[in-house]
């Protein structure tokens, strides 16, 4: 079974990323893992932090001459903030000491306040530097490795941009593995070129208010087999835990399964996917976005991820408490983007491929990569 664990916050020295339960033999570089966090980096709307974080990347253990060893792999992101600025050495010093500048007032729309209270902190910073999205690059670092070992059982996993702010993408075709390259070219990672200009007019408009946008972006896995994950218990549905997963990236607020939303206000005779045979099962439409009952059903799986707007502003107008005097203020900024949705849709690719990779495993099972995809050839050729 695949799990992981992230450490490490956003002004500290770096983060790290522990991934269990990975086969021996599957190949690994730093370029691997480079390409996709310069991928999380992308996005018109982004700040200034984009531009000088390098994410410099090690493996730190479980790796060995290219091919990992069946061991956990350990990967770590350097933060290059913290090499430029002695600012955070002083703020983030895991030494014992204290701060000359608490932040006292939290943020509305932030795990600041909550964290708060529930640690009993007085600072909103022990919490902000944990809950911050800073920490999808550690995940995005594991998630390049799951996407290699899916690749190596002929899955694909890409996401584009369909709504950002008021701007949604009329097109209603979906973009195949061929068409990330393009996706990853716009400016917008939207995969409809006149909803893309409408989306950074919106961007520029919103900026100059000094305010933020929110979006969907939607992930598509391509080559997915029948039968990954379960019907038997509720844990063990495919689609829940794809929802949790994708649920769980920062500011992420509501998750739908194929049209999941749509098929609601259908009538039952509109909402399904008709089964027929052509050599094989096929269905005529992917109304349930690949999943029936919790399992796979052999379609593309896909899924859509709403961010809302991001809660630091450009412009302070967003009212809040100082915890220490109890007097109303504005809340403090931190450094912001206008819009996150582009680089949402990395990191959704990422949580997706962490779960298929996860029920691949636990599918197919084998320590080695050779082993694994033994096992998936047998299971596959047993479909007929």
């Keep these: 079974m695949l799990r992981f664990l992230t450490a490490g916050e956003s002004h500290g020295k770096g983060l790290v990323v522990i991934i269990e339960g990975l086969p021996a033999g599957l190949p690994v570089t730093v370029g691997d893992v480079q390409s996709e966090l310069a991928r999380r980096r992308l996005g018109y709307g982004r700040g200034p932090r984009m531009r000088f974080e390098e994410d410099e990347v090690t493996l730190l253990g479980g790796v060995r001459h290219g091919r990992t060893l069946g061991s956990p792999l350990a990967i770590e992101v350097g933060n290059s903030e913290w090499v430029r600025s002695d600012k955070w050495h002083e703020e983030m010093s895991p030494a014992p000491g204290a701060t000359k500048a608490p932040l006292t007032e939290p943020r509305p729309g932030h795990a600041d306040l909550a964290?708060?209270?529930k640690y009993g902190f007085d600072d909103a910073r022990d919490v902000l530097e944990r809950a911050s999205a800073r920490e999808t690059a550690a995940r995005v670092a594991a998630g390049a490795v799951a996407k290699l070992l899916l690749g190596q059982l002929g899955i694909s996993i890409l996401s584009h941009v369909v709504q950002l702010g008021p701007v949604t993408a009329k097109s209603t075709v979906q973009p195949t593995p061929d068409d990330l390259g393009r996706i990853d070219t716009s400016e917008v990672r939207c995969f409809d070129p006149d909803a893309e200009a409408a989306m950074i007019e919106e961007i520029k408009a919103a900026a100059k208010d000094g305010d933020s946008l929110g979006g969907i972006c939607e992930v598509l896995a391509y080559g997915v087999p029948v039968g990954l994950g379960?019907?038997?218990h509720w844990d063990r549905k495919l689609d829940a835990m794809l929802a949790q997963a994708l649920m769980s990236i920062q500011a992420v607020k509501a998750v739908e399964i194929g049209e999941g939303f749509d098929v609601a206000g259908r009538r039952g005779s509109a909402a399904h996917d008709p089964i027929h045979w052509d050599d094989a099962y096929v269905r005529e439409s992917n109304l349930a976005g690949g999943l029936e009952g919790g399992m796979t059903n052999g379609e593309v799986v896909w899924a859509r991820a709403a961010m809302k707007p991001l809660a630091t502003l450009n412009r302070p107008v967003l009212t809040t408490v100082d915890v220490v005097t109890k007097e109303e203020t504005v809340s403090f900024k931190e450094r912001t983007d206008v819009t996150a949705v582009p680089a949402m849709g990395v990191v959704?690719?990422?949580m997706m491929a962490l779960?298929?990779?996860?029920?691949?495993?636990?599918?197919?099972?084998?320590d080695s990569l050779p082993e694994l995809v033994r096992n998936r050839d047998g299971y596959v050729q047993s479909l007929g």
């Design 115 to 117: 964290g708060m209270q």
């Design 230 to 232: 379960s019907h038997v």
């Design 348 to 350: 959704a690719e990422t």
């Design 355 to 366: 779960v298929l990779a996860g029920e691949a495993l636990r599918k197919f099972g084998g």
